[in-house]
């Protein structure tokens, strides 16, 4: 404080040269209580309540838990979406005979659907027997 | 001989929310304030009966808005920010019935000092409310403050809603500001 002051302000000094009529605070203090307008005043508890301090905290924690339900169902959803099998794996699935009944059995895939799969898996199945007969002509070769 | 009452801020507070004890505790509110609030105000009006004037208004307006005063901050606080606002509102009034720009200085409320019967400062002290009076609004208020009030910064940041920094820049400033006045008008 003493070093933010200039010299000019040192050489005055704090009076600022204003005075005031004797006894002005004791009478204006005694007038202005004597004049104070009638208000209507509320009482209020002073002291807030176990619930209105934890409100806030119990709001925040329902909005975090609402985001975390959320997220867990979209999750659900998009988990649902990838258990989706590509043509290809439901006719590497249907070459076992005991799969393709259960499959059969359990799937809302239509018939034709079945057909088409159950063709593939034979026309697979072929493949790798002509595959592991060539390799086995190969073997002999050798 | 009558014990000198001590002031209790706390209590004061929790009375003024109580209807039959609020009167009197404004009473002592009243009491405890009038001179810092008067001076705050004088500095910036210079006019004792201006003063006076919005010093009672400051109180009034106090008073009838008591139930919107929660405790949050301070009473002081408070009460200063009203007395400002009521000092502002005042000036821009009085600007407006001299067909002074709003956004010019305060100097011409300096013009009466002279012939003021309540201020008996020597020349050096005339200049010197001259110079504070040339100063921006929000300057002359800080410079009041903290010179002659000698309020901490902290307690000026909560009743002017600016930062401490801000505050001490501007309370730097007004102080060269000052020392041109007098260079220039020497």
């Keep these: 404080m003493k070093q933010e002051e200039s010299d000019i302000l040192k050489q005055i000094g704090k009076d600022a ?21 009638q208000v209507e005043i509320t009482r209020v508890d002073e002291r807030p309540t176990l619930w209105t ?3 806030p905290y119990a709001y925040m924690a329902a909005m975090f838990a609402g985001i975390w339900c959320m997220m867990k169902v979209f999750n659900g959803l998009t988990e649902s979406n990838k258990t989706e099998l590509t043509a290809k794996e439901i006719a590497a699935g249907m070459s076992i005979e005991s799969n393709a009944e259960e499959f059969i059995m359990n799937s809302s895939v239509s018939d034709v659907d079945i057909i088409m799969s159950y063709e593939d898996s034979l026309y697979y199945d072929n493949l790798i027997i002509e ?4 390799n086995g002509n190969n073997e002999e070769l050798l | 001989m009558a014990g000198k009452y001590i002031y209790d801020e706390a209590l004061v507070v929790e009375q003024l929310h109580d209807p039959g004890q609020a009167r009197e505790a404004f009473g002592k509110v009243i009491e405890h304030y009038s001179q810092a609030l ?5 500095r910036m009006v210079f006019d004792h ?11 009034i307006k106090a008073w009838t808005n008591i139930d919107n005063f929660r405790g949050d901050a ?29 956004d010019s200085d305060d100097s011409f409320l300096a013009n009466t000092l002279e012939s003021d019967p309540w201020f008996d400062g ?28 000698e309020m901490k910064y902290e307690d000026m940041s909560e009743i002017l809603g600016t930062s401490v920094g801000a ?17 220039e008008n020497d």
């Design chain 2, 122 to 149: 020597d020349a050096t002290q005339l200049q010197l409310q001259r110079a504070i009076a040339s100063l921006p609004e929000k300057q002359r208020l800080v410079f009041n403050m903290r010179y002659f009030d």
């Design chain 1, 53 to 55: 301090r934890l409100r």
């Design chain 1, 17 to 37: 040269g204003f005075k005031v009529p004797e006894n002005f605070f004791a009478e204006f203090n005694q007038k202005m209580s004597d004049s104070l307008p």
């Design chain 2, 74 to 102: 301070k009473l002081s606080t408070w009460l200063h920010k009203i007395a400002i606002n009521e000092s502002i509102t005042f000036i821009n009034k009085k600007k407006a019935q001299n067909n002074i720009p709003l």
């Design chain 2, 167 to 183: 505050l001490k820049a501007s309370y730097h400033h007004a102080i060269k500001k000052i020392e041109s006045f007098f260079t």
């Design chain 2, 38 to 42: 008067y001076w705050q105000i004088r």
């Design chain 2, 49 to 59: 009966d201006d003063a006076s004037d919005i010093l009672q208004n400051t109180f």
């Design chain 1, 131 to 134: 595959s592991s007969n060539s």
